[in-house]
């Protein structure tokens, strides 16, 4: 019989966490204790990742992300990424229930600060790997209709902000409706474009430095689609240097990279397509889970909002 230790001196487990915990605990066959330091990073509405130590001395990674709208798991993949040899988290167990997704994993360690960070074309290497491969797992795909949708589907969960008394909706409403116009004419390029597996939320702060080597983890936003999406998200959050530009990251990224796709999209050179629709897609995002938990953003992320809708608009138009 398993069973969770929680040792309130030193943490607390949310209910809902501990009844994930429970049902992952029945499959993995292990007892489990809070560490000292049980949260990892932010959590957020999204998800919430910890650390916890087995009785044996061994830590292991507890990660909660809201279900995908497919049902798609986490877990097939990541067990499949790891049969072909790329650096992925090992999974002990996993479950689903309630439109929360649980998974167990193997703790890497944390980010080990002795290591350099990668390089934009070490990113770019293993972007490359992973973008090669083909899962025989359920995944969402995003093509052109997926992304014409996008300010359609950010409309209707504005519309429920704003019932709320949602800051600013005016100015919100006014760039998604302008991206409404023509989001159709701009997505039929994602169909002409090279299509694989993309992480979904590639950038730095997902490739740890684990004392084994580099190690590919966040994986549940993955989905098929067009690899330049997944290059716009590991761009645009990559740390640049000083007289560095966005534009110049992305050359060197695409060089480094290879054959990323066509250097153009219909009219619109490839980085603003790219950096146009993933600057769309996470005000969505965001616009989605303030929705989905039925509350307003604050005043700044209402800011960021707009401002990644108005960088969008310049992209894109």
């Not at 890497?108 to 083909?134: C, I, K, N, W, Y």
């Not at 949708?149 to 998604?176: F, K, S």
């Not at 740890?208 to 993955?222: E, M, Q, Y």
């Not at 695409?254 to 980085?271: Q, T």
């Amino acid at each position: 019989m398993t069973r969770l230790v929680s040792h309130a001196a030193t943490a607390t487990i949310d209910p809902l966490d501990e009844a994930i915990l429970g049902q992952l605990l029945g499959a993995s066959a292990v007892e489990l204790r809070v560490a000292p330091q049980a949260t990892l990073g932010q959590a957020d509405e999204r998800s919430v990742t910890h650390r916890f130590q087995l009785h044996d001395g061994r830590s292991v990674i507890f990660k909660r992300t809201r279900t995908t709208v497919d049902g798609s798991l986490e877990g097939p993949l990541l067990q499949a990424l790891r049969a072909t040899g790329l650096p992925v988290p090992a999974v002990i167990a996993e479950t689903a229930a309630g439109g929360w997704h649980g998974l167990l994993m193997h703790d890497l360690g944390p980010d080990d600060p002795s290591r350099r960070p990668p390089t934009l074309a070490e990113a770019a290497t293993l972007a490359a790997q992973v973008h090669a491969f083909s899962p025989n797992v359920p995944l969402r795909t995003i093509d052109s209709s997926d992304l014409a949708e996008v300010p359609h589907r950010a409309l209707h969960d504005l519309d429920q902000l704003t019932d709320h008394g949602q800051p600013a909706a005016g100015q919100i409403q006014q760039r998604l409706l302008r991206l409404a116009d023509l989001a159709h004419r701009r997505a039929a390029c994602a169909d002409a474009q090279p299509v694989g597996l993309c992480h979904g939320q590639l950038h730095p702060s997902r490739l740890l430095r684990a004392t084994g080597g580099r190690v590919i983890v966040g994986w549940s936003g993955a989905y098929i689609g067009p690899v330049l999406l997944d290059l716009a998200a590991l761009c645009a959050d990559w740390p640049t240097s000083p007289g560095q530009t966005l534009r110049s990251s992305w050359t060197h990224l695409r060089a480094s990279y290879g054959n990323a796709g066509h250097d153009r999209c219909g009219d619109l050179p490839s980085d603003r397509w790219a950096m146009g629709w993933h600057q769309l897609r996470r005000a969505a995002a965001t616009l989605a889970d303030a929705a989905a938990n039925g509350h307003t953003l604050p005043l700044p992320a209402t800011a960021v909002v707009i401002a990644q809708l108005q960088d969008a608009l310049e992209d894109l138009s």
